[in-house]
């Protein structure tokens, strides 16, 4: 049997975590192994979720003043509570599931949810529903997918443009061997063969002067012989 200061540590416990708590859902169980009954305390962990068997006296006196007060009706038989401080959609969606697929062991007694009393189809509701999580995902995709777009295009118009240019640097440079290749081929000329004579004007000239001054001399001759 707990001591008095054991049921006031475990009371002030209680008591913490429903006033640091958004939604809590009561349940009751019976012929609960302890696998399922560890299964089950794992998906609901992994839901952000924390759950426990309370004493209903305890449980009582923890929700007073917090906004699980009007679920102290419900603390009767055996009560377990799963509660959490994250939004309720992972731990209904955990909830429903047992409630459904061991709907002999788990019984739905009570929730409240940020505050207000919810029934058993409130909580399948919001089972349904999508989590935090996927939310945040779909709306970061909505948001990012035109800024994805418009990234996709500039990065496209530097790479295109380069392209482009490479194109048409390989198309000039096509053109230009084809240019070179249909020029007519000029050959070297002949080292072997003959070079003509260039006649010098300057040499030519004074062979006319040497004629002329023969003649010169020529006619002056005769005129001497014909005064003798």
């Known amino acids: 049997m707990k001591s008095k200061e054991r049921k006031n540590e475990d009371l002030a416990i209680l008591t913490e975590q429903f006033k640091n708590s958004k939604s809590a859902l009561v349940l009751s169980f ?9 299964k089950f305390r794992n998906e609901l962990r992994e839901a952000g ?10 449980a009582r006196i ?11 009706e419900h603390f009767k038989g055996v009560t377990s509570v799963a509660w959490t401080s994250d939004e309720p959609v992972q731990l209904s969606k955990v909830v ?17 949810v940020d505050g207000a009393a919810v029934d058993l189809d409130k909580i399948k509701t919001i089972a349904s529903l999508p989590s935090k999580e996927d939310l945040i995902a779909k709306l970061l995709y909505v948001l990012n997918a035109p800024a994805q777009g418009v990234a996709t295009v500039l990065n496209a ?9 490479k194109q048409v640097s390989e198309t000039a ?3 230009s061997i084809k240019k070179v ?18 006649e010098d ?11 002329e001054t023969e003649k010169s001399d020529e006619k002056a001759d005769d005129s001497e012989k014909s005064k003798e």
């Open 201 to 211: 004007p300057v040499d030519e000239k004074k062979e006319e002067v040497k004629a």
């Open 62 to 72: 923890a929700v007073k003043g917090t906004e699980f007060e009007d679920a102290s």
């Open 181 to 198: 290749e249909e020029e007519p081929k000029v050959e070297a000329p002949d080292e072997k063969a003959e070079e003509k004579p260039v």
């Open 157 to 165: 118009v530097p790479r295109d443009l380069a392209i482009v240019v």
């Open 173 to 175: 440079e096509d053109a």
């Open 96 to 112: 429903s599931k047992y409630l459904k697929e061991e709907k002999d062991i788990f019984e739905f007694k009570a929730g409240i």
């Open 30 to 38: 019976s012929k609960l192994t302890v696998d399922k009954d560890q």
């Open 49 to 58: 979720a924390t759950y426990k068997v309370v004493k209903n006296t305890l």
